[in-house]
């Protein structure tokens, strides 16, 4: 009678979502302040704070796992995670690999430079910029006339380079570059130019056909906007909304 009145409750924590599925989140871990390494050795960040509270929605035990930039996707692809909560542009070519989740922040490219330099952004010819490979930064530097463009495995390298003078300006994502510049790091350089908006919305990747697992994120998503969850993580970060 106790196995089965046990087996019965079993049944009907699982029917009503309160056992906790497992979920495997994928993330850079050098890309501040949207997921970084901190002190402890712990991944965290933007990305990493929005994931756990969707986790948390749908009643799910993740697990956030780091990996280099370059093999995000086909990690994803490979079944080493779930799901990429990387700040991750939305693009055409993009969906033709993954499935995204509506986007969660919205995104716009600055370009950064030295405080006080005489450096065009309307005319690069001849000068060195820096982006990080495969971003939506680094597509836009690639198209500038007469450039010689450098790119990164990671942002840090490239705000390294640009710190150090080995690039002259580096094209980056605004919000990621805003807090930068707020570091001592960056505290000699700024903004230089006009704000680029390219339209771009951040969502979660996931492999192509899982739907369900899509759907409840996007639900989970929508909790967290409507409830005041998705403010307070974002007031963190920035004293502006980037939802």
């Known amino acids: 009678m106790k196995k089965a009145l046990m087996v019965l409750i079993t049944m009907m924590l699982v029917s009503g979502g309160v056992l906790a599925d497992k979920i495997r989140i994928g993330t850079e871990g050098a890309y501040p302040p949207f997921n970084m390494i901190d002190r402890d050795g712990k991944v965290t960040g933007f990305d990493v704070e929005i994931a756990r509270a969707l986790c948390k929605k749908m009643g799910a035990d993740c697990t956030v796992v780091t990996q280099d930039w370059d093999g995000i996707i086909p990690g994803l692809l490979a079944g080493k995670y779930d799901a990429i909560v990387a700040s991750l542009s939305i693009t055409d070519a993009r969906k033709k690999a993954v499935d995204f989740t509506e986007p969660y922040y919205s995104n716009s490219l600055r370009m950064i430079a030295k405080k006080g330099s005489t450096i065009d952004p309307g005319n690069l010819k ?59 790091q960056g505290e000699e350089f700024e903004f230089v130019g006009e704000t680029i908006d390219i339209g771009d919305k951040i969502g979660i990747a996931l492999r192509k056909g899982d739907d369900k697992p899509r759907e409840r994120m996007n639900k989970a998503l929508a909790e967290i906007l409507a409830d005041g969850t998705y403010e307070k993580i974002n007031a963190r970060y920035f004293p502006f909304a980037i939802y």
Do not use: F
């Not at 007469?146 to 690039?167: C, F, H, M, P």
């Open 126 to 184: 001849g000068k060195a910029v820096g982006s990080q490979r495969a971003t939506i930064a680094a597509n836009h530097a690639e198209k500038i006339e007469g450039a010689r463009v450098k790119l990164y495995d990671t942002q840090e390298n490239a705000y390294l380079d640009l710190a150090s003078g080995r690039i002259d300006l580096l094209v980056s994502d605004m919000l990621p570059g805003y807090d930068w510049l707020r570091s001592k």
